[in-house]
T-cell receptor, first 113, second 110 residues
Framework: ETGVTQSPTHLIKTRGQQVTLRCSSQ?????VSWYQQALGQGPQFIFQ???????GRGNFPPRFSGLQFPNYSSELNVNALELDDSALYLC????????????FGPGTRLTVL | GQQVMQIPQYQHVQEGEDFTTYCNSS?????IQWYKQRPGGHPVFLIQ?????EVKKQKRLTFQFGEAKKNSSLHITATQTTDVGTYFC??????????FGQGTRLTINP
């Protein structure tokens, strides 16, 4: 059984740039959620994808967008990067929606300069 | 919106001492989940509690879900250095998102 993988591990961008983060869900999981974790904080829900459709969204602006592909892998895109976007971005897969256990990937550490 | 609060924010103990973290929700939860995040790592699922008043044990860890399903606790007996990390509780908000507490960071003096 393959766990959740994310790429890249680390990324440095400058303000105003765009970034794409990638996630492969755990085998058999059809739901992917993205979280932003600032230093010293708990993960903050960005959005969830279930069978290629957005299934819920947190309090993040539209410049945070995503996709889920037929193989249930997913992308998180962030446009017009701001300094406050610097954080650990976590992808989590699950068998179903939010009542189910979230299996987290190792995360992508994004630094915006 | 729903808030999930955890106390304390930090806890430092001597190895062998007990540790407890508390989680309180502003709304009734259908379930509560607990995760552990080691330094530099990612959250790892520990347990899910569903029933009012439920108590579950995993070796030295005891998890409780309050009768009103608005609070929960995690108690670790006789801490070991492997228990170091940040412990998060999380509860579903409707069917659309999982809300995490800010976590309790546990450090241990060997």
């Amino acid at each position: 059984e393959t766990g959740v993988t994310q790429s890249p591990t680390h990324l440095i961008k400058t303000r105003g740039q765009q970034v794409t983060l990638r996630c492969s869900s755990q085998s058999g999981h059809n739901t992917v959620s993205w979280y932003q974790q600032a230093l010293g904080q708990g993960p903050q829900f960005i959005f969830q994808y279930y069978r290629e459709e957005e299934n819920g969204r947190g309090n993040f602006p539209p410049r945070f967008s995503g996709l889920q592909f037929p193989n249930y892998s997913s992308e998180l895109n962030v446009n017009a990067l701001e300094l406050d976007d610097s954080a650990l971005y976590l992808c989590a897969s699950s068998l179903g929606v939010f009542t189910d256990t979230q299996y987290f990937g190792p995360g992508t550490r994004l630094t915006v300069l | 919106g729903q808030q999930v609060m955890q106390i304390p924010q930090y806890q430092h103990v001597q190895e062998g001492e007990d540790f407890t973290t508390y989680c309180n929700s502003s709304t009734t939860l259908s379930n509560i989940q607990w995760y552990k995040q080691r330094p530099g790592g990612h959250p790892v699922f520990l347990i899910q509690l569903v029933k009012s008043g439920e108590v579950k044990k995993q070796k030295r860890l005891t998890f409780q879900f309050g009768e009103a399903k608005k609070n929960s606790s995690l108690h670790i007996t006789a801490t070991q250095t492997t228990d170091v990390g940040t412990y998060f509780c999380a509860g579903p908000w409707g069917a659309q998102k999982l809300v995490f507490g800010q976590g309790t960071r546990l450090t241990i003096n060997p």
